[in-house]
């Protein structure tokens, strides 16, 4: 029996060995393009690309974008809302209106649903989510927590495609929010603020889960995936809400501008990778977007995460702190002025 020991363990080195190789390729692969996600290159976060690459990430969406019987629409939508323990009540339409899952994971509410506040100066919740982490960035380099009870970090100028502190005023601090949203959450997102649209980004990224139970265990999760990103003003200064994508890659939709949703289409290749031609920019002088408080923009067909970034004077306050669960409206931030 020695010998299937044997076979075991030369299989195994092997495998290690396949495996290790193909870590120092992508290594090598993300050093040659600059790293332009700044990412931390770890096993862990190489691993996780390996277990959840974008062609998996597709078989997930396929799943999730097929067509349901009308016949079991109601009853399998409402098991599947049992078990995410979703709110059927808030529903726009009925449950046998949704011809997909990935249908009823971006889900309409009634009108009236949330409410919102549109105090001067504020900052709502974009979405109904947890608070991973949020505060002022003073780190130079613009490494922020990217679930802060647990440590885990990620960079916003990889994130952005920009560095959102080069251009920060005398009194005014630089501000951020992470948020997640649960399979189990209303998966639209909003506008944080009466904001000012004059430009966006779509990084081409992976689909790793974005739960706390990886994000708080791997750094860069939030800056490899896929996301949308919207950057203009707001009172306080600039504003950047990302959209960060996870199982289904291309499950990020927009509502906001039909002529951002044209621009800002899925691509081909890997931001992070490549750095070229997976980042969309508006054309140049195109008009701006004007957003009120509280307006939907877009949503997920399937897991997600919200990234707000913004500038406000030096002396305003958050009204969360991470671990707190919050909802569409809800105010996070203020500031007097």
Request: hydrophobic letters at 45%; glycine letters at 10%.
């Amino acid at each position: 029996m020695w010998w299937s020991y044997l076979a075991i363990g030369v299989l195994f080195v092997t495998l290690a060995a396949a495996v290790e190789w193909q870590y120092q390729r992508y290594w090598k692969q993300i050093a040659a393009a600059g790293n332009p996600a700044e990412i931390g290159v770890t096993r862990l976060l190489f691993l996780l690309c390996l277990l959840f690459e974008r062609e998996r990430a597709h078989w997930i969406a396929s799943i999730c974008d097929a067509e349901l019987p009308r016949v079991i629409r109601a009853p399998l939508l409402w098991t599947i809302a049992k078990l995410l323990s979703a709110d059927i009540s808030e529903l726009k339409a009925p449950l046998d209106s949704f011809a997909s899952i990935g249908d009823f994971f971006s889900r309409e509410l009634r009108e009236g649903a949330r409410q919102i506040d549109i105090a001067p100066g504020a900052v709502v919740s974009p979405a109904d989510a947890r608070v991973l982490a949020l505060g002022s960035v003073s780190d130079p380099n613009g490494r922020v927590a990217q679930v802060e009870v647990k440590g885990t970090t990620f960079s916003l100028p990889g994130l952005l495609g920009t560095d959102p502190m080069l251009d920060l005023r005398p009194g005014m601090s630089l501000q951020y929010v992470a948020l997640h949203l649960g399979p189990g959450d209303y998966h639209r997102f909003h506008a944080p603020a009466q904001f000012r649209i004059s430009s966006g980004k779509r990084f081409s990224g992976e689909g790793l889960p974005v739960s706390p139970l990886v994000t708080g265990r791997a750094n860069d999760v939030l800056s490899v995936n896929e996301r949308v990103v919207l950057s203009g003003d707001w009172s306080g200064g600039r504003m950047h809400l990302v959209a960060v994508g996870a199982a289904h890659v291309r499950g990020i939709f927009l509502e906001v501008d039909d002529r951002l949703a044209r621009e800002l289409a899925p691509s081909d290749g890997l931001y992070y990778l490549d750095g070229r031609v997976t980042c969309t920019e508006l054309p140049p002088g195109a008009a701006s977007v004007q957003v009120a408080p509280g307006s939907m923009m877009g949503g997920f067909r399937l897991g997600s995460a919200i990234v707000c970034v913004f500038e406000a004077p030096a002396d305003s306050e958050w009204r969360v702190a991470p671990g707190d669960r919050v909802r569409v409206g809800q105010q996070l931030f203020s500031y007097e002025g």
